[in-house]
């Protein structure tokens, strides 16, 4: 009659190292913050396996999930917590503004016109120049820029750079001629054309205005496009950001997540909010194929309901 092993000893068996799952990652020598509590991190290590978290503890504890092909981080002290959602981007746009001008910290009207002008510089005639968001706020007095204080140092290459809000922005005359805008341009619903006594605009438009701007510049590549979303998951990435809600997500961004994602690039986990004029056609394909799968889905509509205080386009009781 053949032997049989108690159940209690199979078990034995089973929960035994030989029968731990190994990790694919083990990093050791961490401070470790699980986000389970409100205490401070403690000394410890985390084990991984396909990118769900095995277990964490001391390594005494961890030895059991450590195999031959366990790759082995030391973190050397440093913090190990899990990654941070960011629940308000526009991702693609942000990887567009890593590699072009950045005006944020500009503290004078003087260094935003110098840091366009060698920006400029190293530009071929009519490439556009976008991005920067600058802050006017910083500056004395709080003018908002005009193109006039531009014009000079960019004759050959069309302006349109954002307030850090985006809710307004600043063109240069060679983008108003490249947008067809004159003093006759009307206003559009939603949004406001600052203009001088004369009717003339003064390069500043504002939320729904921007879009006379906007459909003058030339659609991205999609190969310009992966690039801005590789650049800003790399950027992501030494942040600790794993998963975002990138708003007014464009539909051609949501082919660029989804094409990193097939190629295995895809470092970070989105949940893309398109534009609510486009209801109809994300029901349509959330109807036909679903919203999407753990890594990239559709999460919803953006709207606007208002406008912004920092560039003056929300309603308030009281003058600004």
């Given at each position: 009659m053949p032997r049989r092993l108690p159940i209690a000893a199979l078990l034995a068996?089973?929960?035994?190292?030989?029968?731990?799952?190994?990790?694919?990652?083990?990093?050791?020598?961490?401070?470790?913050?699980?986000?389970?509590?409100?205490?401070?991190?403690?000394?410890?290590?985390?084990?991984?396996?396909?990118?769900?978290?095995?277990?964490?503890?001391?390594?005494a504890t961890l030895a059991r999930y450590v195999g031959g092909g366990t790759r082995?981080?030391?973190?050397?002290?440093?913090?190990?917590a899990p990654g941070f959602a960011d629940g308000h981007t526009h991702f693609i746009s942000g990887g567009f503004q890593l590699a072009s001008i950045d005006l944020r910290d500009a503290a004078t009207p003087q260094e935003f016109v110098r840091r366009i002008k060698e920006y400029a510089a190293r530009l071929r005639p009519g490439e556009w120049i976008q991005g920067g968001d600058w802050d006017h706020t910083l500056w004395r007095g709080?003018?908002?820029?005009?193109?006039?204080?531009?014009?000079?140092?960019?004759?050959?290459?069309?302006?349109?750079?954002?307030?850090?809000?985006?809710?307004?922005g600043l063109a240069n005359a060679a983008a108003l001629k490249a947008a067809g805008i004159t003093r006759d341009t009307p206003t559009p619903p939603g949004g406001e054309v600052l203009r001088d006594r004369d009717g003339s605009p003064t390069g500043i438009f504002k939320d729904q205005a921007e879009g006379l701007i906007e459909r003058a510049i030339p659609d991205p590549?999609?190969?310009?496009?992966?690039?801005?979303?590789?650049?800003?998951?790399?950027?992501?990435?030494?942040?600790?950001?794993?998963?975002?809600?990138?708003?007014?997500?464009?539909?051609?961004?949501?082919?660029?997540?989804?094409?990193?994602?097939?190629?295995?690039?895809?470092?970070?986990?989105?949940?893309?909010?398109?534009?609510?004029?486009?209801?109809?056609?994300?029901?349509?394909?959330?109807?036909?194929?679903?919203?999407?799968d753990d890594w990239v889905r559709i999460g919803g509509l953006k709207g606007f309901m208002d406008g912004s205080a920092g560039s003056r386009t929300a309603y308030f009781f009281e003058p600004y």
């Open positions: 068996v089973c929960l035994s190292a030989a029968c731990s799952p190994k990790a694919d990652l083990l990093i050791t020598h961490g401070m470790v913050w699980t986000g389970l509590s409100t205490g401070n991190p403690q000394p410890g290590e985390v084990a991984i396996r396909g990118g769900t978290i095995l277990a964490v503890g001391d390594s082995v981080i030391d973190a050397r002290g440093g913090l190990v709080a003018p908002l820029p005009r193109h006039a204080w531009i014009d000079s140092v960019t004759p050959n290459n069309p302006v349109w750079i954002n307030r850090l809000d985006g809710h307004e590549t999609e190969e310009q496009t992966d690039s801005a979303l590789a650049r800003g998951l790399r950027h992501a990435a030494s942040l600790g950001v794993t998963s975002t809600a990138y708003m007014s997500a464009s539909w051609g961004a949501l082919a660029s997540f989804q094409r990193l994602e097939r190629a295995g690039r895809l470092t970070m986990r989105a949940a893309l909010y398109l534009p609510i004029e486009s209801w109809r056609a994300v029901a349509e394909t959330v109807r036909a194929g679903g919203a999407g």
